[in-house]
């Protein structure tokens, strides 16, 4: 019919006409209803004049392409904005005025698209709409959550670019908020998305603007909403920051939150490990102190009764040992490894290893001491001590720096300990490196050294367990049991070697 009244002499169809016809067909049944509305829309084209797409005819497509499935539909609705905005740009034809619903339609197509293209047109389309509310299109009225979904797209792809956008947006977010907009205010979603992407890509930027957050929704009079997700996402990239004050931050937020009468906020065990995991990258005594002092105050109320206490997993006990035998309180780690067996937290392997790795890589004299003391204390503890444990507890022995009855001592506790090793079949390449690492630094010249050293070396050439670090240390030692290019049957078993 409409054809018919088309080839009228004295009628002149508008979209209004065609609109009537479109809205029919993509409510139809019609397997090929939207093939159908396609060629429908491309007529209206050819037609030209006042017969062109409008408004309703441009959303009734892009919202039909956004329920469907086929594969370039997402590359369509985009080329239809794209001619919504030539013709209401170029050529002037108002009727074809954009608004929030095209372009958020498109907006949420690309973010749910595997195209890779897709990021850099989410970005152009959210422009595009931030453009149209500049000139003056009272039809566009940009929100949070276009923002949001914006940002949570570019948060999948962990580039430099994408989170140089994400930055962008977030400014441009805050800056709106602070000019008085209540429509476009970052909120937890934002945040989150935004901590995600550049704890990936720069994990200090991630600790500064959860500091920022988490200090503005202490500090504030209002109620800052901060769901589950979000309060661990500000912790987690507090966790990743090598800053003393983002620990403290992170510690100070979460007896916030214990304090307060928030329902928006499920505190966990994993979200208390965060906090413990945060002091652990700052091996100084301030923050052994503090550690220290946060996991008393939780022990203390959980033995006193309260068992709303949230305590960490053995996870967050582990993290706390490293300050603590990173800055000689070897003894107060222990002590509370007894208390968290009382409380039926059952350490393992890991919690030992953290202790000896933090008696290790620094100067000390009485490093040997200390991990031969975890040592025996994880040999009752375990039933199988891992290659890992043994390699950690040689380590901290090679960095023993002191009196030579010191150093003494220290290179036989490494000798000892690399024995149980070898008695135990737990003994790799690194384990090897290291027990000639410390024969390295403890003794104080070569004959020593390759007294200790030969039957070392002729012993892990038998294994074929020479591997990059053993070769490192001996070419130190110039020595000449290693040839220019080792044995294959020398290297055979190394997993570390070049």
């Known amino acids: 019919m409409l054809e018919h009244m088309i080839d009228e002499p004295h009628f002149e169809p508008t979209s209004a006409n065609f609109n009537i016809l479109l809205n029919a067909i993509l409510k139809s049944k019609s397997e090929r209803k939207l093939e159908e509305a396609e060629e429908l829309v491309a007529q209206m084209q050819d037609i030209g004049g006042d017969a062109r797409p409008d408004s309703a005819s441009f959303n009734m497509i892009i919202s039909a392409l956004s329920r469907s499935n086929t594969p370039d539909a997402a590359e369509k609705a985009v080329d239809y904005l794209r001619s919504m905005l030539r013709l209401y740009k170029n050529d002037g034809y108002g009727k074809a005025k954009p608004d929030s619903f095209a372009f958020n339609c498109v907006i949420n197509m690309l973010a749910r698209s595997k195209h890779e293209w897709a990021y850099e047109v989410i970005q152009r389309t959210l422009s595009a709409m931030e453009a149209q509310e500049r000139q003056g299109n009272a039809s566009v009225l940009l929100d949070t959550i276009t923002y949001n979904v914006v940002i949570g797209k570019l948060a999948l792809s962990a580039t430099i670019t994408n989170a140089k956008k994400v930055m962008k947006l977030l400014a441009t977010m805050e800056a709106r908020a602070e000019s008085g907009s209540t429509a476009v205010v970052p909120d937890i979603i934002t945040y989150t998305n935004v901590l995600k992407l550049q704890g990936k890509v720069n994990p200090q930027r991630a600790a500064s603007i959860a500091s920022s957050y988490l200090t ?17 996402t500000l912790l987690h990239a507090l966790s990743r920051s090598n800053k003393f004050e983002d620990a403290v931050t992170a510690r100070n937020a979460w007896e916030w939150i214990e304090k307060s009468d928030r329902v928006d906020v499920v505190l966990t065990s994993e979200a208390c490990n965060l906090v413990t995991i945060a002091y652990s990258k700052n091996k100084t005594e301030e923050a052994a102190a503090e550690v220290l002092s946060f996991l008393s105050d939780l022990i203390h109320r959980y033995r006193q009764g309260d068992k709303d206490t949230v305590l960490p997993t ?19 780690a222990l002590s509370l490894l007894k208390i968290i067996k009382a409380l039926n937290i059952v350490p393992d392997a890991g919690c030992y290893i953290s202790m000896l790795s933090a008696l290790a890589g620094r100067k000390s004299t009485n490093g040997a001491v200390y991990a031969h003391k975890v040592f ?20 901290a022995c090679a960095w023993v720096s002191g009196s030579p009855v010191g150093e003494r001592k220290a290179l036989e506790i490494a000798f000892e300990i690399f024995q149980q090793a070898r008695k135990e079949n737990s003994y790799d390449s690194v384990t090897f490196g290291l027990i000639i690492k410390a024969c390295m630094h403890l003794s104080k010249d070569d004959n020593a050294r390759m007294k200790l050293i030969q039957p070392v070396f002729e012993l892990c050439a038998k294994n074929g367990l020479v591997g990059s670090m053993v070769e490192r240390e001996m070419r130190h030692l110039a020595s000449r049991l290693i040839p220019g290019k080792l044995p294959q049957e020398w290297t055979k078993n190394a997993k570390d070697k070049k």
């Open 314 to 332: 053995k996870v967050g006990f582990s993290a706390a040992f490293i300050p603590l035998c990173a800055t000689n309180r070897t003894n107060d």
């Open 216 to 232: 503005r929704a202490m500090s504030s009079d209002e109620r800052i909403f901060i769901d589950r997700v979000g309060f661990y």
């Open 376 to 395: 025996q204390q994880m040999k009752e503890d375990l039933e199988d001590v891992p290659t890992a444990a043994f390699n950690a507890a040689i380590n």
